[in-house]
């Protein structure tokens, strides 16, 4: 639930946040997991508390004012879902996650492309994925999707998406 007086861009993380918690496995949309834990994160993926888990790290924000009156926007966002390798097949989980991510970022039903009206899209600009020796943690392997997303505001509000 976005804050009263909260900016676009933070109300579009807090959107993200949200969708991607309602990642079920049992849900009618065909996701592969339930995530134990998703939540905005400011450090190591290797210090979220449960997994599978889902963190969504704010990469940065770009900004154009040469339309009169308008900011357009292109956040970076990066989220990373790590999942322990006890399965086997590390390789095929990490794609399922992936799978997952984009699903939701992409559901049409739930205004996925616009973050609930507030964007203008949401792009995939890149997925990879790790292994143990990547993260360094042995068992925690992890994937990386990397989106844009864009949005626009008024010059003088930064809180009302246009």
């Not at 990490?94 to 970022?105: E, F």
Request: glycine share 8%; with cysteine; aromatic share 4%.
């Amino acid at each position: 639930m976005p804050v009263a007086g909260a900016t676009v861009e933070e109300q579009i993380l807090d959107n993200i946040v949200t969708t991607l918690q309602a990642i079920t496995s049992d849900s009618l949309l065909e996701y592969n997991n339930t995530y134990v834990e998703v939540r905005r994160q400011y450090s190591n993926v290797e210090d979220v508390r449960g997994l599978p888990a889902l963190i969504v790290l704010h990469q940065g924000t770009t900004q154009d004012d040469s339309q009169l009156g308008i900011i357009k926007c292109v956040m970076t966002i990066t989220i990373v879902g790590a999942i322990n390798t006890a399965s086997g097949d590390w390789q095929g989980d990490l794609s399922l996650v992936i799978a997952d991510v984009t699903h939701a970022l992409r559901d049409e039903a739930n205004e996925g492309w616009t973050r609930g009206g507030l964007a203008v899209t949401t792009r995939i600009t890149n997925t990879e994925i790790f292994d143990s020796e990547d993260t360094g943690t042995a068992g925690l392997v992890a994937c990386q999707i990397t989106a844009e997303i864009v949005f626009r505001h008024l010059y003088d509000d930064a809180t009302s998406a246009i």
